[in-house]
């Protein structure tokens, strides 16, 4: 099993562009969500959902967005890139909300120049 | 508001040495669950180990333990015999028992093992 995978591992951007980080996870997985890595303040989520076509809002959502169409798949999305956006990012997805584990991506290092 | 401490940013340990990181958090529900995650150099986010907050045994994974105050609402994790493979960023973590798997990191303490 490859678990979850994020695409692409490093990301140049210049202000305003936009992108999508993209992560898959092939463990039939209902939970997924996205959390960004700063220096200083840990793991903070950004959205999350709990099934296809289901998402929310996490601690820090502003400019990003996201979507469920499948199961396998929760892409974010930054429409008009701010070097405030400069990060690391994962993806995890987890069997359940009841204190199963996350399963985490590799992480994606942006930055926003 | 969910919020965790991690008070100690760094810390180092002798090999072998015994080593606890601190964790405190608050929040005003009854039904959660405790996590400590290891970050090593690569990046990859391990989980270390896993408290569920009703069960009041502490929870032990070879040589990682804690120690879960519920009441003081802590949440240390202690490492024995300390390796060189231990040098990692180490975030305490809790979650909500059916609340869409939100997870709340703490900041981290950044461990390193001496040789």
């Known amino acids: 099993n490859a678990g979850v995978t994020q695409t692409p591992k490093f990301q140049v951007l210049k202000t305003g562009q936009s992108m999508t980080l993209q992560c898959a996870q092939d463990m039939n997985h209902e939970y997924m969500s996205w959390y960004r890595q700063d220096p200083g303040m840990g793991l903070r989520l950004i959205h999350y959902s709990v099934g296809a076509g289901i998402t929310d809002q996490g601690e820090v959502p502003n400019g990003y967005n996201v979507s469920r169409s499948t199961t396998e798949d929760f892409p974010l999305r930054l429409l008009s890139a701010a070097p405030s956006q400069t990060s690391v990012y994962f993806c995890a997805s987890s069997q359940s909300d009841r204190g199963e584990k996350l399963f985490f991506g590799s992480g994606t290092q942006l930055s926003v120049l | 508001a969910q919020t965790v401490t991690q008070s100690q940013p760094e810390m180092s340990v002798q090999e072998a040495e015994t080593v606890t990181l601190s964790c405190t958090y608050d929040?005003?529900?009854?039904?959660?669950?405790l996590f400590w995650y290891k970050q090593p150099p690569s990046r990859q986010m391990i989980l270390v180990i896993r408290q569920e907050a009703y069960k009041q045994q502490n929870a032990t994974e070879n040589r990682f333990s804690v120690n879960f105050q519920k009441a003081a609402k802590s949440f240390s994790l202690k490492i024995s015999d300390s390796q060189l493979g231990d040098t990692a960023m180490y975030f305490c973590?809790?979650?909500?028992?059916?609340?869409?798997?939100?997870?709340?990191f703490g900041t981290g303490t950044s461990l390193t093992v001496i040789p």
């Open positions: 973590a809790f979650m909500i028992r059916y609340t869409g798997n939100q997870f709340y």
């Open positions: 929040t005003s529900e009854s039904n959660y669950y």
